[in-house]
């Protein structure tokens, strides 16, 4: 019996052993966390017993762009703010009455997380609503603005437009926005997949074509030097701008190369 036993027990940790080399072996090509099998020996006379160890999974971020773009770049406001806004950016007043606001246009529509196309006030985390107002003493600017639910919304919008559009300076503010004039004009931006309208610019629109190009160069590579969409605009010759009617923005940086 002394010699079965030994004989057993040799088998046993031989097969151990077969199974550890197998998954040395796969775990370059591991498809995802798997349960782990964890056998106990089971003492003379009574029956073995598996039992499984759950594989630890990261949570995901459940707030939009958290983690993706630092804060460290802007002045932030408490994420508890109900009544914040984000001045995106400013425009000279001009004959046509013309205001495209290009560049944070591009930059939202990358970033759908931002819910943009309500077209109302937004009531919950996630949400941004954009108007256009008369700014400063003089009536002879246009301010863009985005307004949040929450300050937590607003940082996260600002520090996304900020990596993005380098040459960018957006304000976050909480509670009443000085040098607002007059009464707010709606501006709608559309978000992928709602609606006919995907936003993306003309085979005419130079501005809006490098503006596209280089939110998509940023937004999946962060560490992009430079300002690729103020090159774009000075040598667009020197940039395929045909790129930006391509979707989404990895079919885009692909085209590029």
């Not at 971020?61 to 400013?90: F, Q, W």
């Not at 976050?172 to 009464?183: F, Q």
């Amino acid at each position: 019996m002394k010699c079965l036993a030994a004989v057993l027990g040799c088998v046993i940790a031989v097969g151990s052993a077969g199974c550890c080399k197998v998954l040395d072996r796969d775990r370059d090509d591991d498809p995802g966390p798997i349960p782990l099998p964890v056998v106990t020996t089971a003492a003379p006379g009574k029956t073995t017993t598996t039992s499984t160890v759950a594989p630890t999974v990261t949570p995901k971020p459940d707030k939009p762009g958290e983690g993706v773009y630092p804060l460290s770049a802007i002045r932030t406001i408490p994420d508890n703010c109900s009544r914040a806004h984000v001045l995106m950016a400013t425009a000279p007043v001009n004959p046509r009455n013309d205001y495209p606001w290009t560049w944070t246009r591009q930059a939202v529509i990358v970033h759908p997380e931002f819910r943009a196309n309500r077209g109302s006030h937004p009531t919950v985390p996630g949400e941004v609503h954009f108007e256009m107002y008369d700014y400063g003493n003089d009536g002879k600017a246009k301010a863009l603005l985005a307004h949040c639910a929450d300050g937590g919304t607003c940082n996260r919008l600002a520090a996304m437009y900020r990596a993005v559009v380098p040459s960018s300076r957006p304000q976050v503010m909480c509670g009443e926005v000085p040098n607002l004039k007059g009464s707010p004009v709606r501006v709608l931006i559309p978000q992928p997949g709602v609606g006919n309208d995907d936003g993306l610019p003309t085979s005419s629109d130079i501005v809006g074509q490098c503006a596209r190009i280089s939110v998509c160069m940023i937004h999946m590579d962060p560490s992009t030097p430079g300002d690729p969409g103020i090159e774009c605009q000075k040598a667009p010759s020197r940039f395929k701008l045909a790129c930006a009617s391509r979707k989404p923005c990895s079919a885009v940086v692909s085209c590029l190369q």
